[in-house]
Nanobody, 122 residues
Framework: QVQLVESGGGLVQAGGSLRLSCTAS????????MGWFRQAPGKEREFVAA????????WYADSAKGRFTISRDNAKNTVYLQMNSLKPEDTAVYYC???????????????WGQGTQVSVSS
């Protein structure tokens, strides 16, 4: 089956920006909705953003609206998360996942990447 690999995390100051990438192996990438979740220490994995299989519809958590943008390039088997105006509370491991059904609950996802660390200093 497919594998997902995230990249682009790092340490930034509050107010800064990062662009996360998630590249998939396999040839059926375009059939899946893709989402970004994050998990901070001691917390549950929470929904951040998702995009449908064609890239024309997006969903965002309230915490991400107005600051984060999800996009995908099916020709490159890649989904992105542009994160602007970062806050310390955005600090977490960010995971990408693929879903054939719903997008806002972790259990909707069929597969996950290994995660990439995002740390935002105050």
């Amino acid at each position: 089956q497919v594998q997902l690999v995230e990249s682009g995390g790092g340490l930034v100051q509050a107010g800064g920006s990062l662009r996360l990438s998630c590249t998939a192996s396999g040839r059926n990438f375009s059939r899946y909705a893709m989402g970004w979740f994050r998990q901070a220490p001691g917390k549950e994995r929470e929904f951040v953003a998702a995009i449908n299989y064609g890239g024309g519809t997006t969903w965002y958590a309230d915490s991400a609206k107005g600051r984060f943008t999800i996009s995908r390039d099916n020709a490159k088997n890649t989904v992105y998360l542009q994160m602007n105006s970062l806050k310390p509370e955005d600090t977490a491991v960010y995971y990408c996942g693929g879903s054939r059904n719903g997008v806002v609950r972790a259990y909707d996802y069929d597969y996950w990447g290994q995660g990439t660390q995002v740390s935002v200093s105050s």
